[in-house]
């Protein structure tokens, strides 16, 4: 699957973005979907997950009850609904898919395909 995030974008603290990732291929509700994100220096950090049902959804603890993961799989899309935005939430954002699994994937490793990311830069 090929994956292309979108969205990003200059914000003010306290605004919001939705970012989107589409996905090609028409096996998009086969993978369970993440989203991860690197600030400069710092390594590539899980913030949020979905099944591929759309069912269940975890985040990380920095942006739980800010973000939102959602995904439409008629679209083959998944979207990340950032509110709050914090100027510690700059960084690159990037989506991931991996095969349906019965865990969490809060590490890169664990997910097979990524796309390119969005630069999303949130300031004071």
């Known amino acids: 699957v090929q994956l292309q995030a979108s969205g990003g974008g200059l914000v003010q603290a306290g605004g919001s973005l939705r970012l989107s990732c589409a996905a090609s291929g028409r096996t998009f509700s086969s993978y369970d979907m993440g989203w991860f994100r690197q600030a400069p220096g710092k390594e590539r950090e899980f913030v949020a997950a979905?099944?591929?049902?759309?069912?269940?959804?975890y985040y990380a603890h920095s942006v739980k009850g800010r973000f939102t993961i959602s995904r439409d799989n008629a679209k083959n899309t998944v979207y990340l609904q950032m509110n709050s935005l914090k100027p510690e939430d700059t960084a690159v954002y990037y989506c991931?898919?991996?095969?349906?699994?019965?865990?969490?994937?809060?590490?890169?490793?664990?997910?097979?395909?990524w796309g390119r990311g969005t630069q999303v830069t949130v300031s004071s």
């Open positions: 991931a898919a991996r095969g349906r699994t019965s865990d969490w994937g809060t590490r890169p490793y664990e997910y097979d395909y």
């Open positions: 979905i099944v591929w049902s759309g069912g269940r959804t």
